[in-house]
């Protein structure tokens, strides 16, 4: 195969899949351009059926002194098998410090 054929195949989306690394970045990356906003952590990662990506994004929303006062939002991104995004929103908004209530 040649380096044309190969490049072709890629851009029509045949190329090999795109693997969790690559889709963790990806989110963190586009998540983060589109609210202006720094990513911080990844704290899911998964592929349904159809090759769809769901990831789970920590996002510094409002940074506050102390750092334990800073706000963060969790959002559920969705990618598709080229790890381009596709949908996301913010699923919870929470103070750095607080620990979840069991």
Request: contains cysteine; negative net charge.
């Amino acid at each position: 195969m040649t380096k044309a054929s190969e490049n072709s195949k890629d851009a029509a989306g045949e190329g090999p899949p795109i693997r969790a690394a690559g889709v963790i970045r990806a989110a963190m990356e586009q998540l983060a351009e589109l609210l202006a906003q720094p990513a911080e952590a990844v704290t899911a990662c998964e592929r349904d059926a159809e090759g769809t990506w769901r990831v789970t994004v920590e996002v510094l929303e409002l940074p506050r002194i102390p750092d334990t006062m800073s706000l963060l939002s969790s959002y559920e991104v969705e990618l598709d098998d080229r790890g381009d995004l596709i949908a996301y929103r913010r699923t919870r908004r929470y103070e750095r410090g607080r620990a979840d209530r069991r």
